[in-house]
């Protein structure tokens, strides 16, 4: 079946940093969709990407849609310390099911 | 507008029960999504329920069963639970556009299902 490779598992930040986690899939996607997940919450959506190629803005996050359908990047600028959590992309198939990729735990450098 | 609403949040049931969860989605959606949630096999999806229809399906054993109301609110029900049927069940909700597209899906808080 589909599967997405989400990279990098975790990273540490650093406040003021800028990150960047990428996923990939063998399959081509309609939609890509990032989310933010938070302890003992659902995903919360950030950003959902319909077009190749497209570049989408949320404040301090950007995402873009890959040209291939089958990749996809989310950046965070200048990353503050409630920016930690987990963050997944999904892409979406037409029939509407998600497909997950395993996340990017974000923490804080100690 | 009210987001999608999963209840009970927690839930902790023994080997062999049954258990049913339930999802009210925003208002105006009408398709309705469930998915599994766990460490070692993260988000997982479950099925996706349309005009109280079943669109599609995942690769969940005949346990995993669910069913959508008129009002579009949705129940999924897990029979002969199973230790490993412990995870987070998330609910989500989409607008459907034409051609049977559906928009970005919005998730509930989810229930935390423990089997003992």
């Known amino acids: 079946g589909q599967q997405l490779n989400q990279s990098p598992q975790s990273m540490f930040i650093q406040e003021g940093e800028d990150v960047s986690m990428n996923c990939t899939s063998s399959?081509?996607?309609?939609?890509w969709l990032w989310y933010k997940q938070d302890p003992g919450e659902g995903p919360v959506l950030l950003i959902a990407?319909?077009?190749?190629?497209e570049l989408t803005s949320n404040g301090r996050l950007t995402a873009q849609f890959g040209i291939t359908r089958k990749d996809s990047f989310l950046n965070i600028s200048a990353s503050i310390p409630s920016d930690v959590g987990i963050y997944f992309c999904a892409g979406q198939l037409r029939q509407g099911n998600l497909i997950f990729g395993k996340g990017t735990k974000l923490s804080v450098k100690p | 507008k009210a987001g999608v609403t999963q209840t009970p949040r927690y839930l902790i049931k023994t080997r062999g029960q049954q258990v049913t969860l339930s999802c009210s989605p925003i208002?105006?959606?009408?398709?309705v999504s469930w998915y599994q949630q766990t460490p070692g096999q993260g988000l997982q999806f479950l099925f996706e329920y349309f005009s109280e229809t079943q669109r599609n399906k995942g690769n969940f054993p005949g346990r995993f069963s669910g069913r959508q109301f008129s009002n579009s609110r949705s129940e999924m029900n897990v029979s002969t639970l199973e230790l490993g049927d412990s995870a987070l069940y998330l609910c989500?909700?989409?607008?459907?556009?034409?051609?049977?597209?559906?928009?970005?899906?919005?998730f509930g808080q989810g229930t935390r299902l423990t089997v003992v």
């Open positions: 399959s081509i996607f309609n939609t």
């Open positions: 208002s105006g959606h009408r398709s």
């Open positions: 989500a909700s989409s607008f459907t556009r034409g051609k049977g597209m559906n928009t970005e899906a919005f």
């Open positions: 990407l319909y077009k190749a190629g």
